[in-house]
Structures are given as C-alpha cells and as structure tokens.
C-alpha cells in the first residue's frame, strides 16, 4: 500500500512532462507574406492577415508554438521537402498537380478566379477579346496554370509574378492591361483607393481542374499524422466560433464554401 503515493507521483510527473513537452513543441510554418488580406506584412514589419490569424488559431488548438518561416509562394514546396518547414499555410489551392508533390489538409477556405481590368473593359467568354493584352498572373499559382494553358494559346501576353503587390505597382504604372487572380485579394484591392477605376470584367472561374477543391495546408508525403492533426484543428475553430470570428475581421461574407 505505500507504493501507491509514489506510483501517483510519478505518474503526475510523467503527466507533467508529457504536457510541457506539447507546450514546447513547435510548427514551423511557411507563409508569403504578400498576399493581404491573407498575408501581409505592418507598417512595424510584423505579420498581419487571415492566414496568419488562422494559423495562430491552429497551433493554438494543437497546443503547439506557432513558428513563421516567410518565403516567396513558388519557394514554399521546395522548403517543404527540404525540411525548412513542417507545413505551408498560405492560401495554397488544393489541386491533382500539387498532390503529386505534397499532401494536404481539408480546405480551409475557398475562392474562384476573376479578370480584373479598367472599367468598361469586356472579356467574352472564349477570351477572343482579350488577345494582344497584357495580363499579370502570380507564378506558379493555379491562375499561372490556366493562363498558361488556356489564355497563352489564345494570343493573351503573360507576365508573371512573385507576388500579387508587385502585379498591383505594375497595374498602376499602366506596364498591365489587366490581371488575373483569385476573387477574394482582388476585391480586397477594389475596395480600397487604389483600386478606383478598376472592375471585375468578363466569366468567373470555377472550373475544379483550375480552382481545385480550396485553399488547404501542404505538408511533406506521407505525414498523415501531421494532416490529421490539422484536420482536427481545422474542424475544431470552425466549431468553437473561432474561425468565424476570424474571418468575419477580414471578410464581409462566409469564405468556407459548402
């Protein structure tokens, strides 16, 4: 019978350490941070946007330390399998291409693709219209890939991007006759000053080949524990009220999709 105080102790001290070991644990996540409202960066050089606030939940939620690795989007795969980072969150679509390199959580959001262009502007729904123009995309990002498929062939001029801040200074200076990205940034640009003048014109895209299954977290191959894990997450700030407060910071509208 006197064991039992000393099996108790060291059973709370196993407990201890378990718990302070989940404490100490850390994610490392790759992020663009030129992305708003998703990712962008402060006057103060801090990170600020939806992405960086849902991440912070999650880690939150897995009772793990949040660790932001910034990068530029088409670096964020390749620091992926080289280990630089556990995870990339940042508004990456979950789509067949992609799949083949990285596997991903469930969708965390959802968004189409638009053309963005001067008021007025008319783009037909086989995009005839729109060749000999000049269209800004972000490199490798599923916009890139139809651009590249669909628009290119079409006699449509393509200039890529690392970003979509540099596609805006490029809009402005007038070097753009239009661009082509998903919705959500592109109505954060029109309702802003910079953004007068401007309109989305011509059909929405929607097509699942291009626009994939939403926006998820990428992982390394075969780290199931890991999407586990953040699928848990995920499911557990959507139930909590969580991530509805957070989006409803940044958007007028639910951006989860059915």
């Known amino acids: 019978m006197?064991?039992?105080?000393?099996?108790?102790?060291?059973?709370?001290?196993?407990?201890?350490?378990?718990?302070?070991?989940?404490?100490?644990?850390?994610?490392?996540?790759?992020?663009?941070a030129a992305y708003p409202p998703f990712a962008s960066k402060t006057a103060e050089g801090t990170i600020t946007g939806f992405d960086y606030d849902i991440g912070n939940a999650l880690c939150a939620q897995m009772k793990v330390k949040c660790e932001w690795?910034?990068?530029?989007?088409?670096?964020?795969?390749?620091?992926?399998?080289?280990?630089?980072?556990?995870?990339?969150?940042?508004?990456?679509?979950?789509?067949?291409?992609?799949?083949?390199?990285?596997?991903?959580?469930?969708?965390?959001?959802?968004t189409s693709s638009r053309f963005l262009m001067k008021e007025g502007a008319v783009v037909?729904?086989?995009?005839?219209?729109?060749?000999?123009?000049?269209?800004?995309?972000?490199?490798?990002?599923?916009?890139?890939?139809?651009a590249t498929e669909v628009l290119e062939p079409k006699g449509v001029l393509v200039k890529r991007y690392s970003n979509n801040e540099e596609i805006y200074m490029d809009l402005a200076a007038g070097r753009l006759d239009g661009i082509f990205a998903d919705t959500i940034p592109l109505s954060?640009?029109?309702?802003?000053?910079?953004?007068?003048?401007?309109?989305?014109?011509?059909?929405?895209?929607?097509?699942?080949?291009?626009?994939?299954?939403?926006?998820?977290?990428?992982?390394?191959k075969g780290n199931?524990?890991?999407?586990?894990?953040?699928?848990?997450?995920?499911?557990?700030?959507?139930?909590?009220?969580?991530?509805?407060q957070i989006s409803q910071k940044y958007f007028k509208s639910d951006i989860y999709g059915d």
């Open 224 to 244: 199931t524990e890991l999407v586990a894990e953040l699928n848990k997450a995920i499911d557990g700030i959507r139930a909590n009220g969580q991530y509805q």
């Open 124 to 146: 037909d729904d086989q995009y005839a219209s729109l060749k000999g123009k000049t269209l800004g995309v972000q490199r490798a990002t599923t916009t890139d890939r139809f």
């Open 69 to 110: 690795v910034e990068g530029e989007f088409d670096g964020l795969i390749p620091s992926l399998k080289v280990k630089k980072i556990d995870a990339a969150l940042s508004s990456m679509t979950i789509n067949e291409d992609r799949k083949k390199s990285v596997d991903f959580s469930h969708k965390y959001y959802f």
């Open 2 to 32: 006197k064991k039992l105080p000393l099996i108790s102790g060291l059973a709370l001290s196993l407990l201890a350490c378990s718990s302070l070991f989940a404490a100490e644990k850390t994610l490392r996540l790759g992020i663009e």
């Open 188 to 220: 954060d640009f029109l309702s802003m000053p910079r953004g007068k003048g401007y309109a989305f014109v011509g059909p929405e895209l929607k097509d699942p080949k291009y626009v994939g299954e939403g926006a998820g977290i990428a992982v390394r």
